[in-house]
């Protein structure tokens, strides 16, 4: 089971940090990643941390603005978000994968988050 927090309203340029905490003893065998949907549109991609954080991928959007973390001692997985756009106004979902490679592929996906809401005001 993943928990996602941490989003809320923000002006343009600041900042957020959102967490995913994962339930049980295997969070160390996933990979993780961040996605987002915004209203009227698909879910995206945002980034993805292989099973032990050395490896780590990122939307374009996303690159030198997000930073995609993980903590495997305590079962989170985190996104620090700054520079915000109104365009990162979306719902933000933590998601968990078993596949061998991180990948950005949503249908790699196993399980997700409720998700948090993030809006970014102009």
């Known amino acids: 089971q993943l928990q996602a927090s941490g989003g809320g309203l923000v002006q343009a340029g600041g900042s957020l940090r959102l967490s995913c905490a994962a339930s049980g003893r295997t969070f160390s065998s996933y990979n993780m990643g961040w996605f987002r949907q915004a209203p009227g549109k698909g879910r995206e991609f945002v980034a993805a941390i292989s099973r032990g954080g050395s490896n780590r991928y990122y939307a374009d959007s996303a690159k030198g603005r997000f930073t995609i973390s993980r903590d495997n001692a305590k079962n989170t997985v985190s996104l620090q978000m700054n520079s915000l756009k109104p365009d990162d106004t979306a719902v933000y979902f933590c998601?968990?994968?078993?596949?061998?490679?991180?990948?950005?592929?949503?249908?790699?996906?196993?399980?997700w988050g409720q998700g948090t809401q993030v809006t970014v005001s102009s």
């Open positions: 998601a968990a994968d078993l596949t061998l490679v991180v990948t950005r592929d949503i249908e790699a996906y196993d399980y």
